[in-house]
Each structure stands twice: as structure tokens, then as C-alpha cells.
């Protein structure tokens, strides 16, 4: 058997709109990114989304047109992709590196207040996995200290916090469309916001910096558009992402259920304030995490660690100065964090295909550490 980690959902109606487009003869940015734009917006419920090619564009884009550049500091997780860092470098900004809370693996609001100085402009929390940061925490500090909150939902879509998605919840928000997330469009990227002014400068950033009315070139910008053919694939699996949403929750609790059983294992912890999406399923195993993860592979379940610290990576660091010790959770988690396929496209013997053979390992290491 072979199960992989992530697995898009897509049929004959991506099919036929996406050959619609090719029909057409227009692949640039056209209706169809309109189209998913709107259909974005109201789903999350916000005023504005902006459709660019990627996630990390969209960092870059918002950053930008927020006016961060040399000399600031941007409050972000290590426990996150390189993109949420690199964003920041990109505007020869400074980020500074915030440790996690070990339940959630979100933002720690404690050592995110600790670390704001006079040059801090402002926090990129990120929804790990699809579980929401503690916004509310997060947006009072960083109202105390007048900084801006982007949100990084890039594996987050569809995911509620207090009765509000994620994407409503700062100044703005960016979301991926990787082929790993819960809806796809191959690659691409969403900025969402409420702020008009801001929306505006996003429009000219991902379009060379060119104004919508005068067409003349304003500022500086960059060519992040989207193309129509992700677009048209975006407006499709829009469609279907509640129901996507449910299949991985669903799945995300069984696997709960079967897998509680084992007391070695930290299990997902979602919050009744919550709805976590669950675009991973992250587990943590207190000691032999790779053992575990080679053993899976071997039986053809692809599970992977998610992710290893920003910090310690080897160009920052260089760049920084950094070395082990900086975040002691965030640290001691990324050895033990291990994702499990949940997505939607598998079946219950599947799901307990994976139950049984994480369990049975666990159940052999103990069996080993008895002899010993």
C-alpha cells in the first residue's frame, strides 16, 4: 500500500474550466482571476483579495506595499517554511524570531512582547498547520505597541477562530494554493484585507507597480501575477473546500481516536473557539521520531517533519549569528513533530493502515527498551 502525504481533489469540472480558458485563447491575468478574487473575499469576509502567483509573493507584496524596509524589525516564528522569514529579507527588514507555545505550535504572545524594541514594526503570526494563532492576545499587544498583525494562513484556509476565519483577523492576510494545501491551484497565492488603501497598493506591487486607472508606473513592483489557468482551478476547488474541510476533520479525529491509545504520543489539541483544518496532522513522539518516520516509509505511509527552525538553518545562521538555544520549545518540539496523511481522498483502511503500523512500532520500541 501506498499512502501519500497530500493528495489534491479535483474532477471534471476543474477539467472543463481550465480547458474553457485554454479555449479561450486569454491565459493572463483576466476574468478568471477576478472571479476567484471575489469568490475569495466573500468566503473569507473581507473586503478585498488579491490573487498572485504564489504565497511568498504575497508576503513580499503586502510587506511592501506596508512600507516595511531597512532598519525594521518583523516579529516571526521559526517553527514556520523559510518564506515567512525570507519575506522580510526581501525588504532588507530585519526578522526576529519568536518561540512557540508547545500545545498549539503557534506564536508564543508571551515572547512575542518580550521581543519588540524601538524598531519593531510588526508580527506575521502563523495558523500552523491549519490551527489559528491566539489572535486576540496577539492583536492587544500588538496594539499596545502600535504594530501592524499580517496573518500567515498560507496552510490555514478555511479555518475559524472565534467565529472568524482566518484572512479577517489583521491589517491583512496571505494564503498559499500550493499543491499540498486543503484546495490547490498548483501554485499561488491570496492577500486578503479590509483596508482599501492597502488593497490598492497590493494591485500595483504585483503588476510591475502600475496604477489600475492612469496605467502609468508608480511605484516599485514586481511581476507576481496570477495566471488564468490557476485561476479557473481556483474558482472550482473553491467550490468544494467545505467539503474538503470536513473529509480532513473528520479523518484528523479518527486518527485521534485510534492513536490516543498510546501514551508516547502529544496528539493534536484543538480549542472548542477553534475550527483547525487540519492541513496537517501533526504528532509529536518524545523520543525516536526518525526511527518512526523511516519505519512508516518503509511500509509506504509518506509522513514528514514539519518543520525544522528557521534559526538554525544554515544561511541564518550565518547571516545572524544564530546557534541553538535561542527558542528552547521551539527547539526541542521540531525533534519531535512528525505529520500524518489525513487528506481527504482517504479511506478508512487507510487511515487505519497508518494507525496500526504507528502504533505497532511504538509498541516494538517499547517491547525493545523493556530488554534492555
Not at 4 to 11: E, I, K, T
Not at 262 to 267: A, R, W
Amino acid at each position: 500500500m501506498k499512502i501519500m502525504l497530500g493528495a489534491p481533489c479535483y474532477d471534471d469540472h476543474e477539467l472543463r474550466r481550465v480547458a474553457a480558458v485554454l479555449r479561450s485563447g486569454w491565459l493572463t491575468q483576466g476574468s478568471q482571476v477576478e472571479e476567484l478574487e471575489k469568490d475569495f473575499a466573500k468566503y473569507i469576509g473581507v473586503r478585498d483579495a488579491i490573487a498572485v502567483f504564489n504565497g511568498t509573493c504575497a508576503l513580499h507584496t503586502v510587506l511592501s506595499a506596508l512600507g516595511v524596509g531597512p532598519g525594521d524589525e518583523i516579529l516571526v516564528p521559526s517553527f514556520t517554511f523559510i518564506a515567512t522569514a525570507n519575506a522580510v529579507l526581501y525588504q532588507n527588514a530585519r526578522p526576529v524570531f519568536i518561540d512557540i507555545d508547545p500545545q498549539t505550535l503557534t506564536i508564543n504572545p508571551e515572547d512575542m512582547e518580550r521581543k519588540i524594541t524601538k524598531r519593531t514594526k510588526g508580527v506575521i503570526p502563523v495558523h500552523y498547520g491549519g490551527l489559528p494563532a491566539e489572535m486576540d492576545t496577539i492583536g492587544q499587544i500588538a496594539e499596545k505597541h502600535d504594530l501592524f498583525v499580517l496573518e500567515d494562513a498560507a496552510e490555514a484556509i478555511g479555518a475559524v477562530y472565534k467565529g472568524q476565519k482566518v484572512g479577517s483577523l489583521g491589517v491583512a492576510a496571505i494564503f498559499s494554493l500550493h499543491a499540498q494545501k486543503v484546495i490547490t491551484t498548483g501554485e499561488g497565492g491570496i492577500i486578503t484585507t479590509d483596508d482599501e488603501e492597502l488593497a490598492e497598493a497590493c494591485r500595483r506591487i504585483r503588476d510591475h507597480g502600475r496604477d489600475a486607472q492612469t496605467k502609468r508606473f508608480v511605484c516599485l513592483g514586481y511581476n507576481y501575477r496570477m495566471t488564468e489557468m490557476q485561476a479557473a482551478l481556483g474558482v472550482e476547488q473553491l467550490e468544494k473546500i467545505e467539503t474538503i474541510i470536513q473529509k480532513r476533520i473528520a479523518n484528523a479525529n479518527y486518527l485521534t481516536k485510534r492513536l490516543i491509545q498510546d501514551h508516547k504520543l502529544v496528539l493534536p489539541q484543538v480549542s472548542p473557539y477553534i475550527r483547525h483544518t487540519f492541513m496537517l496532522y501533526t504528532i509529536r513522539v518524545n523520543s525516536g521520531r526518525d526511527a518512526l518516520m523511516e519505519y512508516l516509509h518503509k511500509q509506504g505511509v509518506e509522513a514528514k517533519v514539519y518543520f525544522h527552525p528557521i534559526h538554525l538553518e544554515p544561511f541564518y545562521k550565518k547571516t545572524f549569528g544564530l546557534s541553538e538555544g535561542l527558542l528552547p520549545v521551539t527547539e526541542k518540539v521540531s525533534r519531535q513533530v512528525l505529520s500524518l496523511p489525513v487528506h481527504a481522498k482517504l479511506t478508512q483502511k487507510e487511515l487505519d493502515y497508518i494507525a496500526d503500523n504507528t502504533l505497532h512500532f511504538l509498541s516494538l520500541e517499547r517491547s525493545r527498551n523493556l530488554e534492555r
